[in-house]
């Protein structure tokens, strides 16, 4: 099978099919535990999130069987940014310790409550590509980067943009679909953006309060950010 990211080591991107796999892992163990009141499987999947979050995709086991096992049979799906579906199972973790928590506490019913909301959040994602986590980190990086920077100018200079011309600056990632999708778009208009690869710049992701890509913005000669294009 060929693959354009390495599952283990490019782990800017994910094969988006990979998220939506543990999500139905992780909501039909989560309806398991209520099914038949044990628990236990809510914690059992808590440690399963922790490691796979704290130690790589190597100690996520669904994560594995879906690289090793599914993903050779049906092929690698499109890449996507891996940092919304991380964030999503932080969530989830943080929602399945405090259930099993609660059990611990003798608070079953609050117990059973976190748990199905992860049960039901988990499922809807697997089942419609709905990811109630993944927007919220993508909401939370839009309003810090509108917070956090100061975009109303672009240094195209330190860019390496012509001198006393207009730009099209695009941040990017060599393994992102859409930055490629987006880029081929903005040439096609007759805008050729100025590339900005956030991976070998990571300076200038955080100079500009980059949280996600693709990212792009028409750029005055004086370095007056214009509107936002994407």
């Known amino acids: 099978m060929l693959r ?3 599952p283990y080591r490019d782990l800017d991107v994910i094969d988006s099919h990979a998220p939506r796999f543990n999500q139905a892992v992780v909501g039909l163990v989560s309806l398991l535990a209520f099914a038949t009141g044990f628990w236990p499987l809510l914690a059992l999947l808590a440690l399963q999130l922790s490691l796979g979050l704290r130690l ?18 049906l092929g690698q799906g499109p890449l996507e940014d891996s940092r919304p579906p991380r964030f999503a199972n932080q969530i989830g973790l943080a929602f399945l310790g405090a259930a099993s928590l609660a059990h611990l506490a003798g608070l079953p019913a609050l117990g059973w409550a976190l748990g199905l909301t992860v049960s039901t959040l988990a499922l809807l994602a697997a089942a419609t590509g709905f990811c109630a986590g993944c927007w919220l980190y993508k909401i939370v990086a839009a309003l810090r980067g509108i917070r956090g920077r100061a975009l109303d100018r672009i240094d195209l200079s330190e860019l390496g943009a012509a001198p006393g011309a207009e730009a099209v600056v695009q941040f990017t990632h060599p393994l992102c679909a859409d930055c490629g999708d987006l880029t081929r778009r903005l040439s096609a208009s007759g805008r050729s953006p100025l590339l900005v690869d956030v991976t070998k710049r990571p300076d200038l992701a955080r100079k500009y309060g980059v949280s996600l890509v693709p990212l792009a913005f028409a750029v005055h000669a004086d370095g007056r950010v214009g509107r936002r294009l994407h």
Do not use: I, K, N, S
């Not at 994560?63 to 993903?71: D, G, K, T």
């Open 4 to 6: 354009t990211a390495d």
């Open 56 to 73: 790589g995709r190597r100690w996520c086991l669904p994560c594995v069987f879906y690289f090793e096992v599914v993903q050779p049979r």
